[in-house]
């Protein structure tokens, strides 16, 4: 049987202003700034909203669009949502964290993200009526 020491946690919230209506957003440079200087651990990051996703991916040369591009096929608007609340095919935005989780948990060397070369953090938001959303910096320090 194994024991858990208390763990060392540092949390933050950021505010994000989406790039545009419905696409993504690179996030990796907030994340990358919160983890400097905190060491070895994880680092979550979390959406609190019911409408995005994040992804590790590799968003730059078109791919970022054709991910935009999948999820609208995989979700088309023009669908019979039962959930209309602020306009047609809003229903679709709301099954979007189902297919593409609100949250990513990342390891950190030495306060650095360990991910790839050509990966980034990035905020999907297919909402046509953006606002500004909020995510959730978590660091857990390794014992």
Request: proline share 6%.
């Amino acid at each position: 049987m194994s024991t858990c020491e208390e763990a060392e946690l540092n949390t933050t919230e950021v505010a994000v202003s989406p790039q545009g209506a419905g696409g993504w957003t690179d996030v990796t440079a907030l994340v990358r700034d919160f983890c400097t200087g905190q060491g070895d651990g994880l680092v979550s990051v979390f959406a609190p909203h019911s409408t995005v996703g994040l992804a590790l991916m590799h968003a730059d040369e078109g791919a970022g669009d054709d991910v935009i591009e999948a999820v609208n096929r995989l979700l088309p608007r023009d669908l019979d949502y039962r959930h209309r609340e602020k306009a047609p095919g809003h229903g679709a935005d709301h099954v979007v964290p189902v297919l593409i989780s609100p949250s990513v948990t990342i390891p950190v060397v030495d306060g650095t993200l360990a991910i790839g070369e050509f990966q980034q953090v990035i905020l999907i938001d297919l909402d046509e009526q953006p606002s500004t959303r909020r995510l959730r910096l978590s660091f857990v320090l390794s014992a």
